[in-house]
């Protein structure tokens, strides 16, 4: 299976991590000297406006795609080797569950596509208790409104203990109750599995409720604007965002944000 993970080390390193691709007609710089380091255990949350390269950003990390300059390491190895031990995790805008099999088959097809992880971890009839869905194992995709169908998507990342869960955008698409409930359903599994998150977003307030911390991207290129730290109290609920404190946090998130 590789290497084993170093100890100690952090979940994620880049060091002037930049991607350019090219068009029909030009180079293109999606990325543009990237660094960063995240401790294992941490929810970062991504916030930037449109073309500044945050999808990218966790493709590069997933080994999705390979970065033109700069180096990374995710926990301590090379992302192909962290790929390869199915160390990582991928949830989708879209849930993109197979529409004939029940919920309980799709968070079981990766054991199905890849074989059995080398870690053992929750079963995935645990996985859909632990996003609240016991009792929905036999139903079909359809039977299942958009928030339970990336509950499932949740579920099937999870799948194997992943010591890191990317995130790009996964309630975007949902109203804001549903959304409101799955950012809370997203926390307690985070406190529950002590999984790394990187969680891409467009909502100032999703980014500030959810992270420990904020990294802000500038466009054209993408590169880091700022990381902001989130200074506000354990366990958090929703009435938190109508405190000062979170006031005060989501309007220097803004300000940042109209300067990107």
């Given amino acids: 299976m590789g290497p084993a993970i170093t100890p100690g080390a952090p979940a994620v390193e880049l060091h002037g991590v930049s991607v350019r691709f090219m068009s029909e007609r030009r180079e293109v ?3 543009e ?6 401790s294992p255990g941490s929810f970062l949350t991504l916030l930037g406006p449109s073309g500044c390269g945050k999808s990218t950003l966790l493709r590069v990390v ?6 033109t300059s700069g180096s990374l390491r995710v926990l301590g190895q090379a992302p192909g080797e962290a790929r390869r031990r199915r160390e990582i995790g991928f949830v989708f805008q879209d849930a993109t569950l197979l529409p004939w ?3 309980l088959d799709n968070v079981r097809l990766p054991l199905q596509v890849g074989g059995s992880p080398a870690r053992g971890g929750r079963s995935p009839e645990e996985l859909l208790a632990l996003v609240g869905l016991a009792g929905w194992e036999k139903a079909l995709p359809h039977e299942l409104s958009g928030g339970m169908r990336q509950r499932v998507s949740i579920a099937r990342a999870l ?3 992943p010591k890191i869960l990317l995130m790009d955008e996964p309630f975007g698409a949902l109203d804001e109750i549903t959304r ?5 359903e997203l926390l307690h599994i985070w406190r ?4 790394t998150i990187l969680f891409v977003t467009h909502s100032i307030h999703e980014a500030a409720y959810l ?3 904020v990294l802000m991207l500038a466009a054209r290129p993408g590169r880091v604007r700022e990381m902001i730290p989130v200074d506000l109290p354990e366990p958090r609920q929703l009435a938190i965002r109508d405190t000062a404190g979170f006031g005060a946090l989501a309007g220097r998130l803004r300000a940042v944000l109209e300067t990107c």
Avoid: E, K
């Fill in 211 to 213: 992270g420990q911390q």
């Fill in 101 to 103: 099999r029940s919920a």
């Fill in 159 to 161: 799948l194997g203990d």
């Fill in 62 to 67: 997933a080994d999705i795609v390979a970065p």
């Fill in 192 to 195: 529950q599995t002590g999984t």
């Fill in 180 to 184: 409101d409930r799955l950012n809370d």
């Fill in 33 to 38: 000297d990237i660094s960063f380091s995240l």
């Fill in 29 to 31: 710089a999606a990325l």
